[in-house]
């Protein structure tokens, strides 16, 4: 649906674009915070000083290759509030028909974003750990995190944010089947970007239909 409905691409294109920028920066304050580090540790090793700077830096790309997937789609669902609400709001107004009509203002948005900051940095530094061991576990913290992300965007509209929003996701039916595949998709290069919009439409839906059942 997201990515078929052409009324619905302008507010994926934009959202995606600052993901990607901001993952970016990231990156690049990753790389020069690290690498520094790295060198002196291989200049101790006894790699040649000439080498010690192109091992570091190879060492620090395969290093970030095994979390970057799950590090982007922390950045993006962290600032859900800010991204994707957009597109949140179109989606549950094209499924359903209508959707409540609060608004979030700006600082409303981002005081939810830093709330979710603890949060986003512990389990992306539990992700680092599980990446180096069993890549595949990682999955775990971070599709439930996801979770707490994504259904960001539709309990904000109801006046629901974090952490008390935290606690309504984890009790959606489906909630859990949802946060394994939002994990999987996060460690898939690629994918985890094309699939990123559809997680936040899946996200939506399922507080909606989570409210019906409660209902």
Same mark, same amino acid.
């Given at each position: 649906?997201?990515?078929?409905? =052409? ?24 790389? %020069?915070?690290? +690498? @520094?580090?790295? *060198?002196?540790?291989?200049? *101790?090793?006894?790699?040649? /000083?000439?080498?010690?700077?192109? +091992?570091?830096?190879?060492?620090? %790309? ?30 549950? /107004?094209? +499924? ?19 709330? $979710? ?13 599980? !990446? %180096?061991?069993?890549?595949?576990? !990682? ?31 984890? $009790?959606?039916? =489906?909630? *859990? /089947? %949802?946060?394994?595949? #939002? ?11 094309? #699939?990123?919009?559809? #997680?936040?439409? @899946? ?5 909606? =239909?989570? /409210?019906?059942?409660?209902?």
């Amino acid at each position: 649906m997201t990515l078929g409905q =052409k009324e619905l691409r302008g507010f994926i294109i934009r959202p995606i674009l600052w993901g990607i920028l901001i993952y970016a920066l990231v990156s690049i304050s990753a790389n %020069f915070a690290l +690498v @520094g580090p790295l *060198r002196d540790l291989i200049l *101790r090793l006894g790699v040649p /000083e000439s080498w010690s700077i192109w +091992v570091a830096r190879i060492a620090f %790309f395969i290093a970030w290759s095994f979390i970057a997937g799950p590090i982007f789609f922390g950045i993006n669902g962290m600032l859900s509030s800010l991204l994707w609400d957009k597109l949140s709001l179109r989606v549950e /107004e094209r +499924v359903f028909g209508s959707a409540p009509n609060g608004q979030t203002s700006l600082g409303r948005a981002l005081a939810d974003s830093m709330a $979710r900051l603890p949060l986003t940095v512990g389990v992306s530094l539990l992700s680092a750990l599980l !990446s %180096f061991t069993v890549p595949w576990l !990682s999955a775990w913290p971070v599709g439930w995190l996801s979770l707490y992300d994504f259904t960001a965007c539709a309990y904000a509209r109801r006046g629901l944010y974090y952490p008390a929003q935290k606690r309504a996701s984890s $009790r959606l039916p =489906k909630a *859990r /089947e %949802f946060a394994i595949c #939002c994990g999987i998709l996060s460690l898939i290069p690629l994918v985890n970007l094309i #699939c990123l919009p559809g #997680c936040i439409a @899946g996200a939506t839906i399922l507080v909606r =239909k989570g /409210e019906h059942s409660s209902a």
